[in-house]
């Protein structure tokens, strides 16, 4: 495949099936299962960031400028994080859950999600576009990576469409439309990267800084909720897991 076929299929793939696995989770499972998936999630996330970008992003680029955007890309998510008005959910027991569960608000906080969403899902294109066009292994242990964070993510947002008035099947529809924007990126950086080949280290650096804020800002917060022996055991064991399949994926797709 060429990489700009890898990069069509994954960024729809992606999309579709994190929407689409999001939705059969919040019908089939209970809050359990998804914060599992959770504890995956930040393994994947800080695997791909550690193991493959920041590598990737080093050969390519000089270490100090790449230390340097790291740091101003975790700063500048804190930033935008208290910036923001919405704040996607992990868990049942969130802030905007507890605000939105009793009663729906006619669609208002569902309309942020989905433009906050549909924000971030260009971003995730943008940083799949820089990975393939570094190299096909480093796209697909990045997608991976999205994909792995993305499903829970969409849990909560699905959620939140629910509260927020909207029926299942419309809450699907517009995060289907919503994960279009994955592809509206990818191919706008695809294009404009094939001219711009050095922008990609530094895109690259903002993408692994997004991670890795992701999983030690967002998402490990609450795994500290649950501090009994063997939920803390399930939690490293899943994050390990999490951690492996980046290797594996590593490994199968060699460069």
């Not at 049942?92 to 989905?114: K, M």
């Not at 066009?133 to 947002?157: K, M, N, R, W, Y």
């Amino acid at each position: 495949m060429s990489t700009l076929s890898w990069i069509i299929a994954v960024s729809l793939a992606g999309g579709v099936l994190s929407v689409c696995a999001a939705a059969a989770l919040s019908i089939a499972v209970g809050t359990q299962r998804v914060n599992m998936l959770i504890s995956y999630a930040i393994g994947a996330l800080l695997g791909a960031a550690f193991l493959e970008i920041i590598p990737h992003a080093l050969e390519h680029g000089e270490p100090h400028k790449m230390a340097a955007t790291l740091l101003f890309g975790i700063l500048a998510f804190f930033v935008l994080e208290k910036l923001v008005l919405w704040r996607h959910c992990h868990h049942d027991h969130c802030e905007a859950h507890e605000a939105q569960a009793p009663a729906h608000d006619h669609g208002r906080s569902g309309l942020l999600i989905l433009v906050g969403d549909t924000f971030h899902n260009f971003v995730d294109g943008i940083l799949i576009a820089a990975a393939f066009l570094q190299s096909t292994e480093l796209g697909i242990v990045t997608a991976l990576a999205i994909i792995a964070h993305e499903i829970p993510q969409e849990v909560g947002d699905y959620l939140i469409l629910l509260h927020s008035g909207y029926s299942k099947m419309r809450a699907l529809m517009f995060n289907l439309l919503s994960s279009l924007a994955t592809l509206v990126g990818a191919m706008l950086a695809y294009f404009a990267l094939s001219q711009l080949t050095e922008w990609i280290p530094t895109l690259l650096g903002l993408g692994a800084a997004s991670m890795i804020y992701v999983a030690v800002a967002d998402l490990i917060p609450g795994l500290h909720k649950r501090t009994e022996l063997r939920a803390t055991i399930q939690q490293v064991l899943l994050i390990g897991l999490g951690v492996t399949s980046i290797v594996i994926v590593r490994a199968l797709a060699g460069e």
